[in-house]
């Protein structure tokens, strides 16, 4: 394989010059989405207390 050839760098090269292009920033997020993440997270704690932790505690006790 043949080697890449390493970029030249000028004398005047710093770490802030090299990176002033880096500006990240994360998407929009609508709050209809935060809602309905809520809604589900909320429905999933309410379903696993009324329904699997009932049927476990039966399930220890009398094992099939």
């Avoid at 997270?41 to 696993?48: G, S």
Wanted: net charge negative.
């Amino acid at each position: 394989m043949s080697e890449q050839p390493e970029p030249q760098r000028t004398q005047g090269d710093s770490a802030e010059k090299e990176h002033t292009f880096h500006h990240y920033k994360g998407n929009f997020i609508p709050g209809a989405i935060h809602l309905m993440w809520v809604t589900f997270w909320i429905i999933a704690i309410v379903y696993v207390l009324s329904w699997l932790v009932p049927a476990m505690q039966t399930e220890l006790v009398s094992p099939p």
